[in-house]
Every structure is written in structure tokens, then in C-alpha cells.
């Protein structure tokens, strides 16, 4: 049962780590198979430690999990953090975010111009 | 054979308007004001039978079909209006004929300045997952492209 104390607290996390272009692009790369931690810093122009601490975000949300063998730490995503019903959950909830927006341009645009009518 | 299940779930928007609560419930309330924002930008989307009877006990239907994708079917019915104020109703979804949830959604408009605070609470039963990992994984893409355009956008 996904309810707004679990579920979707976790889902607010998950978005908010997505709300990275880094941490995106990460997943992104991870979605085509695991990775260690180092061939994920590659593309970055940033440091070790700066990949590390967007894989620490990921990790805490559940996105992301990894394990280290020997030295080297391998990532993978964690699909199971975006089941199916969060994905749907997740849909409906940016259907409704966009329709908002929109709704909100809408009541600007007509304030506007009753604004102008006013003068 | 489809594997039957069912997932609750819910989740809360807030959104302040900088417009009276009258303006924005007229949005929800008027069929051809919520037209303007309640559906999708026209692109990729063809919109087949579409009513709305707002009043307690009316109906709202539309259906239509993604190009090159599944045929989407809504059905609500209201069951609580206060004007100004707060609007319940339910609904199911439909995708190519399977229905694929139910849910109560529930807006509450309350002034706040010279705006209005809108809350928005959907909670649902989602049914019977599609259940093939590719179609999942797909989904899982998907799904990351838009949560990036929204945060950016």
C-alpha cells in the first residue's frame, strides 16, 4: 500500500533526487546495465567525491543501490523503487501537475487582460 | 491470462493562484474554461465523445486515442460541489478496454491573500499491472524523460 506517510514520502524523495541533471543522467546510464562508480564519474566534469555524494542521494531514495567486491563498488538501479503502481501513481501525479500549470497560465492570461480592459 | 492486482495509492498538489477562489472553481466548473487546460496539448492525442454535466450525481466522459497509441477512456461522476469551495469526484481509466484504475479525487480551494491555495488529493486503486519486464522497463524510461521535462519545464 503506497500512502502518503510511505509510499509517498518516498516518491517526494525520488523526485527530488530526479530533479538533478547529474543524478538523471546517471539513472540513465545505469537503466542500460551496472556500472562501477568509477566509469560513472567518466563523462562528469566533476570530481569523485561530487559523483559520490549524487550516488549517495540516489542510494537513499532506493533508486540506485550498489555493492562493493574487492575495491572496486559496482551500481545498479534499483527497479523495484519504480514499480509499476509508483510509475502510475507517479503519471497521474504529473498529468495533474501539468494540468495545474496550465490552469494557473490560464488565470494569469485572463487576469491580464481584464486588467488591461479596466484602463 | 492477466494477473490480477490491485495497488492503493494517493498523492497531494498545492498550487496558490493569484486569482479569487470564484475564478478558479469557474475553471473546474465551466465545460469550455476546463477544456483549456484540463486536456493534454492537442499534439499525438485525437479526441473522440467528450460531455461534462457538472452538478451533483452528473457525468463527464471523454474518450479519445494516442496516434500510435492505446485508446483512453475517462469516467467521472461528482459527488460533492460547494461552489467556491470544494469539488469531489470519482473516476476510472481505461486503456484499450482494460481498466486500469479507480479513483477519488478531491479539490479544496481556500483564499489566502488576494489568491487562492488549491489542493488537489487523488487517491486510487491501480489494477492489474502490465506484468512484462519490457514493457515496464520501457515504462521505467519513459518516465524518467518526463519527470525531467516537468522538473525542467
Redesign the interface.
Known amino acids: 500500500m503506497l500512502n502518503q506517510r510511505d509510499g509517498g514520502e518516498r516518491l517526494d524523495r525520488v523526485f527530488q533526487a530526479l530533479a538533478d541533471p547529474t543524478r538523471r543522467a546517471i539513472v540513465e546510464r545505469l537503466a542500460r546495465g551496472p556500472a562501477p562508480v568509477s566509469a560513472l564519474a567518466e563523462p562528469f566534469a566533476m570530481s569523485l567525491p561530487a559523483i559520490l555524494q549524487h550516488l549517495g542521494v540516489l542510494e537513499e531514495c532506493g533508486l540506485v543501490s550498489s555493492e562493493k567486491v574487492g575495491r572496486v563498488r559496482t551500481c545498479r538501479v534499483d527497479t523495484a523503487t519504480l514499480s509499476l503502481a509508483e510509475k502510475w501513481i507517479s503519471e497521474r501525479r504529473l498529468l495533474w501537475q501539468r494540468r495545474l500549470d496550465r490552469l494557473g497560465a490560464l488565470l494569469a492570461a485572463e487576469e491580464e487582460q481584464g486588467e488591461s480592459e479596466k484602463k | 491470462m492477466t494477473n490480477r492486482t490491485v ?7 498545492e ?1 496558490v ?3 479569487k477562489p470564484a ?2 472553481f469557474h ?1 473546474f466548473a465551466d465545460a469550455k ?1 476546463k477544456e ?3 486536456a ?1 496539448p492537442s499534439g499525438g492525442w485525437t479526441q473522440g465523445e467528450k460531455s461534462m454535466d457538472f452538478r451533483v450525481g452528473g457525468v463527464e466522459v471523454s474518450k479519445g486515442k494516442f496516434t500510435d497509441g492505446p485508446a483512453i477512456e475517462f469516467q467521472a461522476a461528482y459527488w460533492d460541489i460547494v461552489p467556491d469551495e470544494r469539488i469531489i469526484y470519482s473516476y476510472w481509466m481505461t486503456m484499450d478496454g482494460k481498466r ?2 479507480v ?1 477519488l479525487a478531491t479539490i479544496e480551494l481556500k483564499p489566502e491573500g488576494n489568491g487562492t491555495r ?1 489542493k ?1 488529493v ?1 487517491q ?1 486503486a ?1 489494477l492489474d ?3 512484462d519486464p519490457a514493457v ?2 520501457k ?3 519513459d ?2 524523460d ?3 521535462r ?3 519545464g
Open positions: 495497488t492503493h495509492g494517493s498523492f497531494t498538489l498550487r493562484y493569484p486569482v475564478r478558479v475553471a474554461m483549456k487546460w484540463f493534454g486500469i484504475s479513483s488549491l488537489l487523488e486510487g491501480f499491472g502490465f506484468d515496464r522497463e515504462g521505467t524510461a518516465l524518467l518526463a519527470l525531467g516537468s522538473l525542467e
